[in-house]
């Protein structure tokens, strides 16, 4: 009876492990799908992210593509003009006005050692050499050195003013446009609305589909005008405070410049 016990108890022993074994191995088994099935889920998933996004850039080029033409080819071109010219305008300026940027120490450091050195001979070629609205001040300020610091001075006023006009030289016109591009957005809004009542005028009725149509175009022309104005308005208020920059550093160095001159006439003097 003993024995037979024993042999009950070891073949259920050995019949618990084999089941447990078996149910690891399902287990494992089922993991390792699990874990495929998500890494194939994950893949499509993060594929499908990726066609997203390339849909979407597609889409929102292709959104404004469709709200430019919905906004009339007729209008919205010229807008876009507008842009585009504001824009070519801006940028030549800020590139004129970088490159008359001075370093109007170094400037005048250069044309005193050079006064001190060989004359005003020696400090015009330091002005010839060296670009920008500053040094053209200077150059014409050395070249009446002869004739007394009053006119000196008058000569320098008078070339500052030259030269002011040569850094808002074409500002006008990108204060046109910014005016230009939302009154003509404005401008397709009226007529917009007009196209609009004379559909209600011939439909003999009131309907929303038909109202739609007129007031969205209206909508996306000023849309687009306003867009522009306020692209190139940030264009003109860099611009504008480039030049007060330059033109504020031309009226300090030109007072140094007389300070200069007075120094080395009254050292000739002597």
Known sequence: MKKILALV??????????????AQNTSNKDSMQFDSINQVEMNYETDETFIDE??????VHQAIKTKFIEGGPGFMAIILLCLILGLAIALERIIYLTLSTTNSNKLLK????ALNSGGVESAKEVCRSTRG???????QGLDRAEQGIDVVEKSVISYGGVQMGLLEKGISWITL??????????LGTVIGMIDAFDAIELAGDI???LVAGGIKVALI??????????ILQVFYNIIIAKIDAIVNNMEDASISL???LVKFNIKNNK
Not at 9 to 22: A, E, G, N, P, Q
Not at 110 to 113: G, L, N, P, Q, S
Not at 133 to 139: N, R, V
Request: hydrophobic share 55%; glycine share 8%; net charge negative.
């Open 9 to 22: 108890t070891i073949f259920t022993i050995l019949i618990f492990r084999v089941s447990v074994t078996s």
């Open 54 to 59: 390339e849909s979407e850039e597609v889409g």
């Open 110 to 113: 250069k044309v005193e050692d």
């Open 133 to 139: 609205p500053i040094a053209s001040i200077f150059y």
């Open 177 to 186: 446009f910014i005016a230009l591009a939302p009154m003509l957005g404005f």
């Open 207 to 209: 309907s929303p589909a």
């Open 221 to 230: 022309t000023t849309v687009g005008g306003l867009i522009v104005a306020m």
């Open 258 to 260: 007389i300070d200069i």
